[in-house]
C-alpha cells in the first residue's frame, strides 16, 4: 500500500517523517524520493539484517538516522535527537518477507529450522523458550488471544504431552504436534493447521501488541499539528488497538460548553479512514501476503 502511504503522509522538501518499522527501507525510500532529498528520515527496527539492508539501500541520502530498536522507544529517540516535533510517523506492523524467508531464523512452519522467532536476535526470549517452558495454561492463554485459535487448550496439551518426552527444539516438530491436536475435520480448511499457533508464539515473543500500545500515545505525542500517523495491521488485534486509539483521541467531549466539561475528552485526532484502506486485488496477486493488511490514518489537530 505504498501509494496510500506516501499519499497520507504528505513527505515534501523540509519534512521529518518518521519510518517505526524500517524493514528494509522500501516506505522510506519512497518518501525520501517525494521529499527530493530536501528532509529527514528517521528510521528504527528492531532487526539488525533489516537495518543493514536498509542503510545500504538509503545510503545516498543524506538526512537519515537509523537506529536498532524497539518502535515501543520511539519517544526516547525523538528526545536523543532532540526533536520536538515530527510530520508523520508510519507503523508498518506484523513479521516481515525478511524474516519469514530466512529459514534459519524459525519464524515460520514452511522450513525445519531450530525454534527462534526473535525479530531482534539480541534478546533472551524466543519460541523455544516459549514452547518448552510456559506453563500450559498460559501457552493456552497465548495461543487462544494472539493467534485466535479455536482449538488453543488441545493445542496446549498437546504441546506439554510431547515436551515431557523431549524438548521442542524445531519448527516442523512444533507444526506436527499442532497439527495431530486439531480435529482431522477442522485441519481441511483455513490454510496450514500450525498458521496461528505459530503467529500467537511469534507476537508472545516479541511483544508486539505490549509495543503497539506503548508506541501511539508517543506518536501521538510526537506529532506536530497537522501531522499524520499511518498504522497497516495484519491482525485483527492489531488493527483494533489503533482503531480504538484513533476513536478514543478523536472524541468529542459530550458535556455541554467547555467550562461545564466533566470527561475531560479533547479531540486531539481527525481521523482520515473511517474504514480501513485494503490492498486492491492487483496488489494482493502481485504480494498475496498483502491480502490481510489494513490501513488506518489520522491527523493531528
Excluded at 77 to 83: G, H, I, M, Q, S
Excluded at 135 to 156: C, F, V
Excluded at 215 to 221: R, V
Aim: glycine share 8%.
Amino acid at each position: 500500500m505504498l501509494a496510500e502511504v506516501v499519499g497520507y503522509l504528505r513527505p515534501r522538501p523540509g519534512s521529518v517523517l518518521v519510518d517505526a518499522t524500517l524493514g528494509e527501507g522500501g516506505h522510506t525510500l519512497a518518501l525520501l524520493e517525494e521529499m527530493g532529498g530536501e528532509g529527514c528520515l528517521i528510521g528504527l527496527d528492531r532487526d539488525a539484517q533489516a537495518l543493514l539492508r536498509a542503510r545500504e539501500r538509503l545510503r545516498r541520502y543524506g538526512c537519515v538516522a537509523l537506529f536498532h530498536t524497539r518502535f515501543a522507544r520511539l519517544g526516547e529517540v525523538l528526545e536523543e535527537l532532540d526533536l520536538e516535533a515530527v510530520d508523520g510517523i508510519l507503523f508498518d506492523l506484523g513479521v516481515s518477507a525478511l524474516q519469514l524467508e530466512e529459514a534459519e531464523r524459525g519464524f515460520s512452519f514452511r522450513w525445519p529450522a531450530r525454534l527462534d522467532m526473535r525479530m531482534d536476535a539480541g534478546q533472551e526470549l524466543d519460541a523455544w523458550k516459549v514452547v518448552n517452558r510456559y506453563e500450559e495454561r498460559e501457552l493456552a492463554r497465548i495461543i487462544r488471544e494472539y493467534g485466535e485459535e479455536r482449538w488453543a487448550a488441545r493445542i496446549a496439551r498437546g504441546i506439554a504431552l510431547a515436551r515431557k518426552r523431549s524438548p521442542i527444539d524445531t519448527t516442523d516438530r512444533l507444526a506436527e504436534i499442532v497439527k495431530g491436536s486439531i480435529p482431522a475435520a477442522s485441519r481441511r480448511t483455513g490454510g496450514h493447521p500450525a498458521r496461528r499457533t505459530f503467529q500467537a508464539v511469534r507476537m508472545e515473543v516479541n511483544g508486539e501488541l505490549r509495543d503497539l500500545e506503548e508506541a501511539l500515545p508517543q506518536a501521538l505525542q510526537a506529532l506536530g499539528s497537522g501531522g499524520t500517523v499511518v498504522a497497516i495491521s495484519y491482525h485483527s488485534l492489531e488493527d483494533r488497538m489503533v482503531k480504538r486509539f484513533f476513536a478514543a483521541r478523536g472524541a468529542r467531549c459530550a458535556c455541554g460548553p467547555e467550562e461545564d466539561c466533566t470527561c475531560g475528552a479533547r479531540e486531539e485526532l481527525r481521523i482520515l479512514t473511517p474504514k480501513p484502506l485494503q490492498p486492491s486485488l492487483r496488489e494482493i496477486e502481485e504480494n498475496p501476503r498483502a491480502r490481510s493488511a489494513k490501513l488506518r490514518a489520522a491527523r493531528k489537530r
